[in-house]
Each structure stands twice: as structure tokens, then as C-alpha cells.
């Protein structure tokens, strides 16, 4: 876009432009630029349309920190999740980020790569910034991070895993439930590998060697994640187990990929969309004065049995 006299002259001052060269340029006073972006309905069409000419003109982007200061509100929710690479969270925080854009809230994504310190370190900088409110995905364990988050007076959502003792608000399922559910479909495991933060295929094939060591004659294995089930699959392959006949397999997440495998991958069903879309509606209702009707929401599991069981 070509640049005109006015814009590039409102350029030069600072090097930044400012709501006063816009308004000035606009020929409107600085408070009724002011309104045309924080309360265009107070404004009329004719006014609003010369001040937001101005702005596209300049480039002018508004200090949404400072207007946030000016209303104790900053239009920002921050989000901290294990991970985004190919994670079973990823339907949860697009939901989430529909939601909350679709309101006039921005969301700011914290990864803690499953990691404890990392996690308390990210809740600390994010405290820091006051945001409007706070998502997080699983059990925040006892410890700075959850002591520090109860003293804020920030609105918290929990998601994913229900527990007794949420910080403030939760949505999410039981993994107890799931666990029973699970057994009662005969797929109970006989021993248990941890392959700690990581979730990639890699990682489910060596927990299909450590488990066989372990217990030879498993004839079912159920893993916490499908990214962990598929590499678990692809060792059976490997090894030249018959998968299903010889050895159940069940992942948990239903990603996109599960249906799709050969052969489709057993799993558990979690409804992520939902969980993302009431967690916004929650801090959203939090954030502006409402209150929440339901603090807690199970919004329960479905078992989904596909070649692999």
C-alpha cells in the first residue's frame, strides 16, 4: 500500500506512530479515535470509518497493554500444555482458540515438555503478566506452582483429569473410570512401563521390548497415548506378533490418525473439542464479571474398538 504524505510525516516524529497521529490525520479528536477501537458503538459510521482509514493508512497497532492496564483487563488467556507435536491436547487448544477469538480474547500457549520445574517456571512469568485467566491441562500437583496460582485471584481451569481438589474450575473425565471400563473389556495390563515425558513412536516400541521383558506372555497392552500405541504396534509387526489374535492394543486419545492405521487402532475417546470450548466459556464468563453455574464438568469417555482388539 502506498504510503501517503500525511502517514509517512506521522512516521518520522518518534518512529512510532502513535492514536494521536492517527486521530490527527482522521481530523477527529484523540478520545474519539480512542472510542472508534475500544467503543465503536458509541461512534458514528461516518467518524469510525475515517479513524479506521487512518489506522490501515499507518499501520497503527493499539497498545493493548496499556488500554488492559487502563481496565484492569488484558483480553489475554494463557495456556500452559506438555506439548503440541503431534499430541492427543491439540483438538482441546484449537477449540479453546476459536472460543476465545471469537470473544475478542488472545490466547498465549506455554509448552512445559512435560516437565515439573518447567511448568512452575512458566506459571511464575505468566502470573507475571496477569492475564485475564489461566488453562491448564491435567492435575497441577501440590507445590509453588499450584500455591502461587490460589494466591492470585486469577481464574484457573483444570482440564482433562478430574480431581477432588481443583484449584478453581475443572473440565475434564476420569482416568479411574477409564481404567475400570477398560478392564471390564478385558484389557487390563499385567505390568506397567513408564517411558516418562516422552510420547513418540520410538518410545512405544521400546515400551513393547521393556514389557515383554517384563511379562512374556502379555496379551494386552493399553497405552497413554495412540502416538505411544503406534509404536507399540509397529514393534508387534516387527516382532511377528498377531496383533488382536495374539496381543490386544489400545491407545487413548482418538487422534485423527487412529482410524486411518492398518489395523485401525483400538482406543479411548475423549470429546477435546468440548473440553476446549467450556474451558473458554468459563474464563470468559469469569473474566467478565459472570458466574460459572457448573465449576466442575465431566464430559465423560467412549471406548472405541477397532481392529487392534
Not at 100 to 121: P, T, W
Not at 272 to 301: C, K, P, T, Y
Request: hydrophobic residues 45%.
Amino acid at each position: 500500500m502506498k504510503e501517503t504524505d500525511n502517514s509517512r510525516r506521522a512516521r518520522r516524529g518518534s518512529g512510532a506512530i502513535t492514536l494521536r497521529d492517527v486521530a490527527k490525520l482522521a481530523g477527529v479528536a484523540p478520545i474519539t479515535a480512542s472510542r472508534v477501537l475500544n467503543t465503536p458503538e458509541q461512534v458514528s459510521a461516518e467518524v469510525r470509518q475515517k479513524v479506521l482509514d487512518a489506522v490501515q493508512r499507518t499501520g497503527y497497532v493499539p497498545n493493548r497493554m496499556a488500554g488492559g492496564l487502563a481496565s484492569s483487563r488484558s483480553r489475554l488467556i494463557a495456556a500452559v500444555v506438555p506439548s503440541t507435536v503431534m499430541s492427543v491436547f491439540m483438538p482441546t487448544i484449537e477449540a479453546l482458540n476459536d472460543t476465545l477469538f471469537d470473544a475478542g480474547y488472545q490466547l498465549m500457549l506455554g509448552q512445559s515438555g512435560y516437565s515439573a520445574a518447567r511448568e512452575e517456571s512458566l506459571l511464575e512469568a505468566i502470573i507475571g503478566r496477569r492475564p485475564d485467566g489461566i488453562f491448564l491441562t491435567g492435575i497441577l500437583r501440590p507445590g509453588l506452582g499450584r500455591t502461587r496460582l490460589m494466591a492470585s485471584g486469577i481464574p484457573v481451569v483444570e482440564t482433562w483429569d478430574l480431581t477432588p481438589t481443583p484449584i478453581d474450575m475443572l473440565v475434564g473425565f476420569s482416568h479411574a473410570d477409564i481404567g475400570r471400563e477398560v478392564a471390564r473389556a478385558g484389557l487390563a495390563p499385567v505390568s506397567v512401563v513408564n517411558v516418562g515425558a516422552s510420547r513418540s513412536l520410538q518410545s512405544g516400541r521400546e515400551g513393547l521390548d521393556r514389557l515383554l521383558a517384563q511379562a512374556p506372555d502379555v496379551d494386552a497392552v493399553f497405552c497413554s497415548s495412540d502416538l505411544l500405541a503406534l509404536g507399540v504396534l509397529t514393534e508387534a509387526r516387527v516382532r511377528g506378533i498377531a496383533v488382536a489374535e495374539r496381543m490386544a492394543i489400545m491407545g487413548f486419545g482418538d487422534v485423527p490418525f487412529a482410524a486411518d492405521m492398518a489395523p485401525a487402532l483400538s482406543t479411548v475417546h475423549i470429546n477435546g473439542v468440548e473440553i476446549g470450548r467450556l474451558a473458554a466459556r468459563s474464563l470468559i464468563d469469569r473474566a467478565e464479571g459472570r458466574e460459572v453455574a457448573q465449576r466442575v464438568v465431566d464430559v465423560g469417555f467412549s471406548i472405541v474398538e477397532r481392529e487392534t482388539s
